[in-house]
């Protein structure tokens, strides 16, 4: 044969099978372009300019993996479906003569033409993505990036290579298929029937235990970091579950259906039951993949964008101020900070920084944490060594001169032996603290204050508790209930600034600078063992650049799962299309009329894509408390938030699922017709 010949035919053979090739083509851009731009983002030189390129780094490369995996099973999975759709055409060349050789060079063609339309075109559209997504991250980062205008040749390289030898991969399998095989074979592959399945109890039991051990685990783990631990044992576990009650579980509810006469003897239900019921072995594995990777995409979704949300309450909590100064020192050892001169000393940097100071407040408070006291009235233990995050209460005492300097309220008003609460705590009344000594000291908490930022959230996962005494006696007396060694004092200064966030940061990068070369910077400012500054810019850069990365991350990763789930259902619902074709013509032969077809059709369908899209929303459901105990270890304590980001993401994800399947069951009746 003239080796021109081949390349028509293998360019004719994709036209022919269109509908088939070009969803792949799509799928093999979209992933190109997805995992370009991931790429890029790694190895774009501006990056490493910026405050907080690390978390980018680590989100891309990250994502490069899962989307490399992904990739992989999903071409191979694809290219599996044609091969076997294309069995009676393969087979046909080799019954007129082309020998498995030729046939092999046809398919080489056909893979270099993939690989220039998918790959080529997948670059060309990453390169288009990758200014979009610059643009995009930069706005969820919230501050300005050098990415680098121009093409990023290590990534289209590391790109070209990976999809490359994808494609390789997927045509060595494809050479072995057909060199195994006989032409009668290929020519009879694509119309293999099935037995009718048998119920298999021992797997829809081992299926109902491993997804009732997930479930389990996600509702009752209360400790963040024990959600942590446990949260990809639960995964597992539910995925092991939906494969096991999908392959068992859907055989028996199709027979259930076929037992109910008056469900199962309409004509909408009957074929679509029948048919689904010879399938199911081969329908099982992929209705669990659609319901898995719907679940991942809603929640990658909905817990970055909680993430995201939440960084505006968190920074605002933890650094009230735009300058926090956090100064620690021990009275015990002499120690005592000058809170006037703290304030003077920043006061007067700003000003020589051309940064002049809105407003300074300024007080200390007694921090308690691996001690084993309790207090009536306070669940848990005010201790940082208990094994349950959730039973720990880590105490922060003022007094109330304390209060009013870091509130800029008037002192409040308590006798000796009282306390006030400041934001969330004991209700009024009497409140007793107990060691495991047997020691005790008893107070009466007067009134409720309202809260400071600063101490309605912790460094770790327990619960804080903020009192006021009358004075420092009181706090001292309670000190010495505890031991010295199970607490610490701490000064804070607090200095907002009348400037831009570029400004603030630069006066940190002065300060930093001056600290270091200035031996005598420090002077009246009294005694102290260590002196921190926490830029509220500086930490909203890391703070944004870390969850601006999770959620820019969990966007092109969740849109890369949906069209992994959208190629599923549309080459599942194609393939079962063809092998329903000449069913539906025999049924329409003995008089089945068109609008009982698309009945048929849409009851077929609707189950196929109710059933998965049901199940996905009952792991979200159960899975919420997981993913929410999580958030709290990022500081994201308003479960409302988390709530509204899933519901919104489910929804969402429901209006794109409905518009596949509308599409699906589109295609499906114009096969059959």
């Excluded at 004719?12 to 799928?27: K, S, T, V």
């Excluded at 349950?388 to 005492?397: G, M």
Aim: hydrophobic residues 50%; contains cysteine.
């Amino acid at each position: 044969m003239r080796n021109g010949l081949y390349p028509k035919l293998a360019a004719q053979g994709m036209r022919q099978n269109r509908r088939f090739f070009l969803p792949y083509l799509l799928a093999l851009a979209g992933l190109t372009a997805a995992f370009y731009v991931m790429s890029a983002l790694v190895f774009d030189p501006g990056v490493v300019t910026m405050r907080g390129f690390e978390y980018v780094q680590v989100m891309m490369s990250i994502g490069m993996f899962v989307a490399g995996i992904l990739s992989t099973v999903l071409l191979l999975y694809i290219n599996s479906f044609l091969m076997k759709q294309r069995k009676k055409e393969l087979g046909l060349y080799n019954i007129l003569g082309m020998g498995k050789g030729n046939i092999a060079l046809i398919q080489c063609w056909e893979s270099l033409y993939t690989a220039l339309l998918g790959i080529g075109g997948g670059l060309a559209c990453g390169v288009i993505l990758h200014k979009l997504a610059t643009i995009a991250l930069t706005s969820l980062l919230r501050f300005s990036i050098p990415f680098s205008p121009a093409l990023s040749l290590p990534a289209m390289a590391v790109t070209a290579v990976f999809f490359g030898a994808l494609l390789v991969l997927a045509l060595l399998l494809n050479l072995v298929r057909v060199r195994v095989s006989n032409p009668i074979e290929l020519l009879h592959g694509g119309a293999v029937g099935e037995k009718e399945p048998k119920t298999r109890w021992l797997l829809a039991v081992v299926g109902a235990l491993a997804l009732g051990a997930g479930y389990f685990i996600a509702v009752t783990t209360k400790d963040p970091a024990l959600a942590l631990a446990f949260y990809f044992l639960a995964v597992i576990l539910v995925i092991i579950g939906t494969y096991c009650l999908f392959t068992a579980g859907s055989i028996a509810l199709l027979k259930l259906l076929r037992n109910n006469k008056g469900f199962y003897y309409q004509t909408s239900h009957f074929i679509g039951v029948s048919g689904m019921l010879y399938r199911m072995k081969r329908n099982a594995a992929g209705l669990s993949n659609i319901c898995i990777l719907s679940t991942m995409v809603m929640v990658m979704i909905s817990g970055t964008l909680a993430l995201y949300l939440g960084q505006g309450e968190i920074i605002a909590a933890r650094y009230p101020a735009s300058l926090n100064m956090t100064i620690g020192f021990e009275p015990a050892q002499g120690h005592e900070v000058d809170l006037e001169g703290a304030k003077s000393l920043v006061d007067r940097f700003a000003r020589e920084q051309g940064v002049p100071a809105a407003s300074s407040n300024a007080g200390q408070y007694l921090q308690f944490g691996g001690s084993e006291i309790r207090g009536d009235g306070l669940p848990g233990y005010l201790t940082s060594t208990c094994d349950d995050n959730t039973a720990n209460r880590t105490l922060f005492v003022l007094t109330a001169a304390d209060y009013a300097g870091l509130s800029g309220r008037p002192v409040p008003t308590l006798a000796p032996g009282e306390l006030a609460v400041c934001g969330e705590g004991p209700a009024p009344g009497p409140l007793t603290f107990t060691d495991v000594e047997g020691g005790s000291l008893d107070f009466t908490v007067k009134e409720v204050l309202p809260a400071l930022s600063m101490f309605t959230v912790t460094s770790d996962m327990s619960e804080p508790v903020c009192l006021v005494t009358a004075d420092e006696a009181a706090r001292t007396a309670l000190r010495g209930l505890v031991g010295r060694e199970f607490t610490r004092y701490t000064a804070l200064v607090l200095t907002e600034l009348d400037c831009t966030s570029e400004e603030e940061l630069a006066l940190v990068d002065a300060w930093s600078d001056k600290t270091i070369n200035d031996g005598a910077f420090f002077d009246g400012t009294g005694d102290w063992e260590y002196w921190r500054v926490d830029s509220r810019a500086e930490m909203a850069v890391d703070g944004y650049a870390m969850a601006g990365g999770f959620l820019f991350l969990g966007i092109v990763l969740g849109v890369v799962f949906l069209m992994a789930t959208v190629l599923i259902i549309y080459y599942k619902q194609v393939s079962e299309g063809y092998e329903d074709q000449g069913r539906f013509e025999i049924m329409r032969k003995v008089g089945l009329s068109q609008r009982e077809v698309k009945s048929s059709i849409r009851s077929q369908v609707l189950l196929v894509f109710c059933l998965p899209i049901a199940v996905a929303a009952v792991h979200i459901l159960f899975d919420f408390n997981l993913v929410a105990r999580m958030l709290t270890m990022f500081g994201v304590r308003n479960v409302m938030t988390a709530a509204l980001c899933t519901g919104g993401t489910l929804l969402a994800f429901l209006a794109v699922y409905a518009v596949v399947y509308s599409l699906t069951a589109r295609t499906y009746y114009k096969i059959v017709r």
